[in-house]
């Protein structure tokens, strides 16, 4: 896990599930949908609100205040809410820790 800054216990993520973690001074929402965990920005890139709680579904969260929906892998909006991906970094899970990656 070289690169990857361990940040939680894979155990702590529940599916459908989200947690707001800060890596190095950056908001990092991890996210487990679908068996996989993803990392995006803890920001709705609408109004800047918090996307933690927000519904996880098919590799997907919307976002708890007016719910814009973005994709958890490519951090691409649905909708016409905001046109501004999330950002996304990389994840890696070993040995039951779940590791972040920032560019
Ligand atoms: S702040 Fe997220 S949809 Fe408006």
Redesign the pocket.
């Known amino acids: 896990m070289s690169d990857y800054i361990p940040v939680l216990e894979l155990a702590a993520l529940a599916p459908d599930s989200s947690a707001l973690v800060t890596v190095q001074g950056c908001e990092v929402l991890l996210c487990h949908s679908g068996g996989e965990v993803f990392a995006v920005g803890g920001r ?1 890139t ?4 918090p ?1 933690v709680g927000g519904r996880i579904r098919r590799g997907h969260i919307s ?1 708890p ?4 929906r973005f994709n958890l892998r490519t951090g691409e909006p649905v909708g016409q ?2 046109r501004i991906p999330l950002s996304t970094y990389q994840v890696q899970v070993e040995s039951g820790m779940i590791g972040v990656k920032l560019d």
């Open positions: 709705c609408h109004q800047q609100e996307l976002c205040l007016h719910g814009a809410l905001t």
